[in-house]
C-alpha cells in the first residue's frame, strides 16, 4: 500500500504523558487515553491532501462568498486546471428541441448512470483533487482515501495500529428545475485494502466504520445538506452501493440579481458507530463549488444550480457546412482583428492601435463574453446601429465611412450581416473603440447560428450580466472555433506553424496512470498531435509506456517498470514541418503484491484478498506434505521476483518466482505449532511479507496429563482448578484424539470449561504441548502447557470464528501470539504439567 509520509505522521502526545523514565510508572501496561484515526486523500497527479490541511482549508463561513470573488476563483481553479465546460453547442442542434431536453433534466436520478459514471470517471482531469467538473451540470472525481489508525497513551509514543486504504467515487449532478445539486459517493467494490496485521485484516479492520454525508460550508443559513448521513463499516462500504445527498441553496438568503449564491460543497466524514477509533474532528473530502439561481427568463428551468469552476464556451466549427461562413467570420475576427472590417484606418496606413476582440478560448489573458438582458433596448439599439452603419454605409459620421474602410454590403435576401461579438453580448458592435468585425454571410448559416446561440445560453445556463457599472458581472463565456481553413473572401494569411509544448516533468508510480499536462496551438486549424515516450539509458531491459491518448495534449502514460523516461509531444499542421517538447517522466517502484487471505502485510502497498495459502490454524499430520500458495502480482509488469520461505524449523528457502507465484511445499518431521514467514522481493528492492500459521500433530508423539491449581488473572479473578489428559489411542489417525478431556473452572466464579470436543493434540520433543477443542455451550479453547509448570488458557466464543483472535472469553497469559512456541503460559501454584514422550 503506498501511503506517502504525510499520512503516517504520528499523533503528538500530549504534554502531560512526555515523562521522563524514571518517573514512569513500574506498570505492565501503559495505559491509553484514545484511539484516534486520522485520514488523507491521494490522487493519480502525486497530490496528497491530509487531515491537517484539509481542515485548515475547510472552515466555517458565516456569509457565501460574493459574485465577483466567487466567479474570481472559480476561473482561477478552471485556468489552472484545464476545466471547461464540454457541454458544447453542436449537442444541441437549432435549439427546437430544447424544452424537452431541460425537462428530461429535472431531477437526478436515484443512482448515477453507470456508462457516464465509467465515462467520466476515465477522462482526464478525474483522478485530481480538483476532480473534472465536465460540464456545468455534472461532476466526477476519484481518489484514494487512506485512514490510519494509532493508539495513543499518556506516557510513551503513539503506536501505529493499522492503515485502511480504498478508491472512492464522488459524482455531482444538478437540477435544472430547482436549486439543488445531488452528489453521490461511494468506495468501489472490493477496493478496500486493510493492512493492521495477520488477524486484524480480518477481524478488526473490516469492522471499524465511518460516517459520510453531503454538505455544504455556508450551511444552515445560506445552504443545506439534506438526506441524513450514511454509516457503514468497510467491510460494508467495500460492496459498492451509492450514497446520495441533496445540496440545497437558500433562495431567500440573495439580495443579488436572479437570487444568484455560490457555496462550496464537499462529503464530510465523522466517526461511525461501530470499531473502537475515532476521529478528534470532521474531515473533509476538497470542497468544489456551485452558484444557484432562480432566473425564471429561461424557459421551462426556473431554478437551477451548476458547477461554477469551468470556462463556458460555445464551440463553432469551420467545417461545419451549416454554419462555416459564421464560423470563419469569428476565427478571423479572433486571430487577426486588424484585418476585419471596419477597419482602424484605411489600407497602408499605420494603425495607432491593434483592434482588441474579446472572447476567445485558449487563452488565459482574453476576456469572455458576457450576455445582457434582451429588455434593455438601449444597449440592443445601438449594437444594432453600429452594425447596420458598418455593414450598409449609413453612418452618419463620412470620416468613418471611406468605402475602402468597409466590407462590400451583403446582398439581401440570399446574405445578412453578420457581427462579432454577438448582438446578444454587452461587448457588441456598440463598442465605442471599434472593437468588432462585421462580414456578409449566407442568410441561412446567420441563422443557424443564432439558433445554436440561443440554445447554448439556456444549455450551459447563462445569465444575463445588468449594465449598470455598480452591478456585479454574471457569466463570463467564450467562443471555440474548430476545423479552421482559410476559405472566405478574405485574403488568406500565412500558415505559421504551430507550437507544442509538453507541459512540466511529471513523476508517478509504476502501473498507475501518471497525468502529461502538454499543449499545442495553431492559429489557422486544431493541429494533430502524437505523444511518443521512450525509455532513458540505465532502465531495465522490457521497460516500456503505454500513453492512454497519444493524440490528446493532455492524457495519461502508464509504465510497466521504474526509471526514468521521456515524453515527446509532436504536433503538425499538415503545412508546415512537425513541432516538438519533450517532458521527463520519473516512474517510481512499487512493492510487488502478495495476495491472500492468511497474511499479516507489513509493506505499503494494495494487496488482493484471496489465493494465499494455508490459512491460519490449517491442521496437518507431522511428515505430510504442508504446500504454501503465494500468487504474486506487481504494477510493474516488466519487474522480476525472488521469493524466500521461513518454515520455523530451522529451513529457510530462497528462490525466483516462477510464472509470478512463489509456491513451495515442505514436511515437517516433528509436531509443533509452525508460523510460516513469506518475502517477495522485487528486482528493484521493494519487498512484501506475509505470516500464516500451520498445526502439525503426531499421534505417535505422546500425550500429556496435568493437574492443579494457579491464579487466575482479573477479570475473572480466583483460584483456579485445572486437570487433562489428552491422548491419541493406538488406532487413531488423528488429528482428534481419541481418549481425554480437559477441564478449568475458577473458584468463586461461574467460569468453567470442559471439553466436549477435542479437535487435535500438539506434544514436541521438547515437553511441550498444545490442545485445542470445544465446549458443549459453543466455545473454542487452546489449552498450552509447558512441562512441569507452566500452564495457559485462551477461550473464546466460536461464532467469532474457528480460532481465537481479539474478541476472547478468557485469557490467563494475555496475548495474541498463538504459537506454542510464544505462547509463554503463566507459572502454576501447585500440581504439575507433564508431557510423557
Known amino acids: 500500500m503506498a501511503v506517502l509520509g504525510a499520512a503516517l505522521t504520528p499523533p503528538a502526545v500530549a504534554e502531560s504523558s512526555q515523562v521522563t523514565p524514571s518517573a514512569m510508572p513500574a506498570a505492565a501496561e501503559d495505559p491509553k487515553t484514545e484511539r484516534e484515526v486520522r485520514v488523507s486523500f491521494r490522487y493519480a497527479d502525486g497530490t496528497t491532501l491530509t487531515t491537517d490541511q484539509l481542515r485548515a482549508k475547510v472552515t466555517k463561513a458565516t456569509e457565501p462568498l460574493t459574485p465577483e470573488q466567487a466567479q474570481r476563483e472559480a476561473k482561477q481553479v478552471a485556468v489552472a486546471t484545464g476545466q471547461k465546460s464540454y457541454r458544447d453547442s453542436a449537442e444541441f442542434g437549432d435549439g427546437e428541441e430544447e424544452a424537452g431536453r431541460i425537462a428530461a433534466l429535472a431531477e437526478p436520478p436515484d443512482e448515477p448512470d453507470s456508462g457516464f459514471v465509467d465515462t467520466c470517471l476515465s477522462l482526464p482531469g478525474a483522478e485530481s483533487a480538483v476532480g473534472r467538473i465536465h460540464n456545468r451540470f455534472q461532476y466526477c472525481q476519484r481518489g484514494t482515501m487512506i485512514f490510519d489508525y494509532w493508539k495513543i497513551y499518556t506516557n510513551k509514543p503513539p503506536e501505529h495500529e493499522g492503515t485502511t486504504e480504498a478508491k472512492y467515487n464522488i459524482i455531482g449532478l444538478s437540477s435544472n428545475q430547482t436549486r439543488k445539486a445531488r452528489i453521490y459517493f461511494r468506495i468501489e467494490e472490493d477496493s478496500v485494502d486493510y493492512d493492521w496485521g495477520l488477524i486484524d485484516n480480518w477481524v478488526t479492520a473490516p469492522g471499524q466504520s465511518f460516517v459520510a454525508v453531503g454538505d455544504c460550508q455556508e450551511s444552515p443559513t445560506y445552504c443545506h445538506g439534506a438526506f441524513s448521513g450514511i454509516d457503514r463499516t468497510w467491510g460494508d462500504w467495500d460492496r459498492g452501493d451509492w450514497a446520495k445527498w441533496d445540496i440545497y441553496s437558500h433562495e431567500d438568503q440573495s ?44 424557459q421551462h428551468a426556473p431554478n437551477a444550480c451548476v458547477f461554477s469552476e469551468v470556462l463556458p464556451h460555445i464551440t463553432y466549427s469551420t467545417g461545419d457546412r451549416d454554419l462555416e461562413s459564421v464560423a470563419f467570420h469569428i476565427k478571423t475576427a479572433q486571430d487577426f482583428p486588424n484585418d476585419t472590417y471596419p477597419l482602424l484606418v484605411p489600407p497602408g496606413v499605420p494603425r495607432p492601435r491593434d483592434k482588441k476582440m474579446p472572447g476567445r478560448l485558449g487563452s488565459e489573458s482574453d476576456p469572455g463574453l458576457h450576455r445582457y438582458d434582451p429588455a434593455n433596448t438601449t444597449v440592443a439599439r445601438s449594437n444594432e446601429a453600429h452594425k447596420e452603419a458598418a455593414c450598409y454605409r449609413t453612418g452618419t459620421e463620412r470620416d468613418w465611412y471611406f468605402d475602402l474602410w468597409l466590407p462590400t454590403p451583403p446582398q439581401p435576401p440570399a446574405e445578412q450581416c453578420d457581427e462579432y461579438p454577438f448582438a446578444s453580448t454587452i461587448e457588441g458592435a456598440a463598442h465605442p473603440d471599434w472593437d468588432f468585425s462585421v462580414r456578409p454571410v449566407p442568410q441561412r448559416q446567420n441563422s443557424v447560428a443564432g439558433g445554436r446561440l440561443r440554445a447554448y445560453y439556456t444549455g450551459d445556463r447563462i445569465l444575463y450580466t445588468s449594465t449598470d457599472p455598480d452591478a456585479p458581472v454574471q457569466d463570463e463565456f467564450w467562443v471555440n472555433i474548430t476545423d479552421g481553413g482559410s476559405g472566405g473572401s478574405l485574403p488568406a494569411p500565412v500558415n505559421e506553424p504551430p507550437t507544442a509544448d509538453a507541459g512540466p516533468d511529471v513523476t508517478g508510480d509504476e502501473g498507475a496512470r501518471i497525468t502529461l499536462n502538454g499543449y499545442a496551438h495553431d492559429r489557422e486549424s486544431t493541429p494533430a498531435l502524437t505523444w511518443t515516450v521512450s525509455p532513458v539509458s540505465g532502465t531495465d531491459a522490457g521497460a516500456a509506456c503505454v500513453v492512454a491518448d497519444p493524440h490528446a495534449a493532455r492524457t ?33 517502484n512499487v512493492a510487488p503484491r502478495v495476495s491472500g487471505s492468511g497474511g499479516s502485510l507489513r509493506g505499503s502497498a494494495t494487496a488482493d484478498l484471496n489465493g494465499f495459502g494455508p490459512e491460519p490454524w490449517s491442521v496437518y499430520r507431522a511428515g505430510t506434505d504442508v504446500t504454501v500458495a503465494v500468487p504474486v502480482s506487481d504494477p510493474g509488469t516488466n519487474d522480476t521476483h525472488t521469493c524466500v520461505v521461513v518454515w520455523d524449523d530451522g529451513v529457510r528457502e530462497e528462490f525466483a518466482a516462477t510464472g509470478k507465484r512463489c509456491d513451495r511445499t515442505h514436511r515437517y518431521a516433528h509436531p509443533g505449532m509452525y508460523t510460516i514467514g513469506v518475502t517477495v522481493t522485487d528486482d528493484d528492492l521493494g519487498t512484501r511479507n506475509r505470516q500464516t500459521m500451520v498445526v502439525a500433530y503426531d499421534p505417535d508423539a505422546g500425550f500429556a496429563t496435568g493437574g492443579g491449581h494457579f491464579a487466575s488473572p482479573a477479570p475473572v479473578e480466583g483460584k483456579a482448578h485445572f486437570q487433562f489428559n489428552p491422548k491419541y489411542l493406538p488406532a487413531d489417525q488423528g488429528p482428534e484424539p481419541g481418549n481425554g478431556k480437559v477441564t478449568v473452572r475458577v473458584q468463586g466464579t461461574d467460569f468453567e470449561i470442559g471439553s466436549g470436543r477435542l479437535e487435535w493434540l500438539v506434544v514436541t520433543p521438547d515437553d511441550r504441548l498444545a490442545v485445542k477443542g470445544e465446549t458443549a455451550d459453543g466455545r473454542g479453547f487452546v489449552l498450552y502447557g509447558y512441562d512441569p509448570g507452566r500452564l495457559r488458557l485462551v477461550v473464546w466464543d466460536l461464532k467469532t470464528g474457528a480460532y481465537p483472535v481479539r474478541a476472547k472469553l478468557y485469557d490467563n497469559r494475555p496475548s495474541l501470539e498463538y504459537d506454542l512456541d510464544l505462547a509463554d503460559p503463566q507459572e502454576i501454584t501447585a500440581g504439575s504439567v507433564q508431557v510423557h514422550n
Open 255 to 298: 439580495s443579488y440579481q436572479d437570487k444568484v449564491l455560490y457555496h462550496r460543497w464537499f462529503i464530510r466524514l465523522t466517526s461511525g458507530e461501530e470499531g473502537e477509533f475515532k476521529m478528534i474532528k470532521d474531515i473533509h473530502t476538497p470542497d468544489r463549488m456551485i452558484r444557484c439561481d432562480s432566473a425564471g427568463y429561461f
Open 556 to 588: 495519461t502514460v502508464t509504465c510497466n517498470d521504474d526509471g526514468e523516461f521521456v515524453a515527446t509531444l509532436t504536433a503538425s499542421d499538415g503545412v508546415n514541418g512537425p513541432v516538438s517538447d519533450r517532458a521527463g517522466v520519473t516512474v517510481r
